[in-house]
């Protein structure tokens, strides 16, 4: 630990971590392990629900290893207690720093001040909480949910922008309660709501999962007539939807346009094959920058307390030159 703690004890603290996680989806810890100087983060991530959340958590496990910076990471299988207890864990174990991605926004308060009083400073990735004391963390680092909504709507009003017939949207939904879920759902409707053309007319949580996505759009495609557009808080939804469209008989990306947020591997994949026809990218590279904010926080130096990542958006043009080069 920083300054802090033998490699002896903090082998031992490494044990008792894997112990009082148990439930949570299992704790690891990987790291250098370094000397005097080293840095311990308890990361704990909130699953492993989507293909962005495993780049994610490759891109936090890799970059902790390239800085030299030891990682206990836990697995929260999307559920807030064990993330809770996870980062329990962490303040018992005097970790130098916790980083945490909250699955939701509500709910953080009591831990996070048990964070501060023990002098452990926080930092959020990815996903942001509700709190209204904004002391409780050092920074946030990750995406701007609600400007990806926007860019998915303003795609959807450019391409219905010739006709004035009714466009009746499903909406696949992440994590109830969780910032992307909110955002995105937030930020689109703010850009389609100016034209009455538009209607959501169904929209229901997927949980960011591929089995998720397909069963609700298979409920959708009973309930609801006349579906002209998806719009999936994520591409696995998104992917999980497709399964269900074409056992429908109908054509994704054709009979039924499709639009995603995220832009990994393989929704990038359908994109380029045509079905799905826009992709907003949120990027789950975050370890690099978390990393060198960590290391800054630990020395006591400034941090900003809000860093936006830079992320694009794809067309099935987009997609077929930059599939082969795609790192996630
Ligand atoms: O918080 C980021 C979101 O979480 C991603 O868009 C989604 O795929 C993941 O599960």
């Known amino acids: 630990m920083f300054k802090r703690i033998s490699a002896l004890v903090l082998a031992g603290l490494t044990a008792m971590a894997v112990a009082s996680c148990g439930g949570g989806g299992g704790t690891t810890s990987a790291g250098t392990g370094g000397g005097d100087d080293s840095i311990t983060m308890g990361f704990s991530q909130v699953g492993a629900e989507s293909g962005w959340r495993t780049a994610n958590t ?38 130098d720093i916790i980083a945490f991605s909250p699955v939701v926004e509500s709910g953080w308060d009591t831990v996070l001040k048990e964070a501060q009083n023990a002098k452990i400073p926080v930092i959020l990735t990815d996903r942001a909480v509700d709190s209204k004391d904004t002391s409780l963390y050092k920074t946030f680092l990750g995406s701007d949910f609600i400007e990806e909504g926007k860019k998915a709507g303003q795609w959807l009003v450019e391409e219905y ?118 992709i907003v990218e949120c990027s789950p590279l975050l370890g690099p920058q978390l990393m060198d904010l960590a290391k800054k926080v630990v020395k006591g130096e400034q941090v900003p307390a809000r860093v936006v990542t830079e992320e694009t958006t794809f067309t099935q043009e987009q997609a077929k030159q930059v599939l082969s080069t795609r790192q996630y």
């Open 58 to 95: 490759k891109s936090v496990q890799d970059s902790a290893k390239n800085a030299g910076i030891t990682l206990k990471f836990s697995d929260a299988q999307q559920k807030q207690e064990n993330q809770i207890k996870a980062i329990r864990s962490y303040i018992q174990q005097k970790v």
């Open 161 to 278: 922008k010739d006709t004035k017939d009714p466009v009746n949207i499903v909406e696949l939904q992440g994590t109830t309660g969780s910032a992307p879920a909110n955002d995105r759902k937030a930020g689109f409707a703010e850009v389609i709501q100016a034209d009455t053309k538009f209607k959501i007319v169904a929209s229901q949580t997927g949980d960011f999962t591929r089995a998720k996505g397909k069963e609700v759009m298979e409920a959708f495609l009973k309930s609801t007539p006349d579906i002209d557009v998806l719009y999936a808080h994520n591409d696995d939804m998104g992917l999980g939807a497709i399964e269900a469209i074409e056992g429908a008989g109908k054509v994704p990306g054709k009979d039924i346009k499709i639009i995603t947020v995220d832009a990994v591997k393989d929704g990038m994949q359908a994109l380029a094959d045509g079905k799905i026809n826009f």
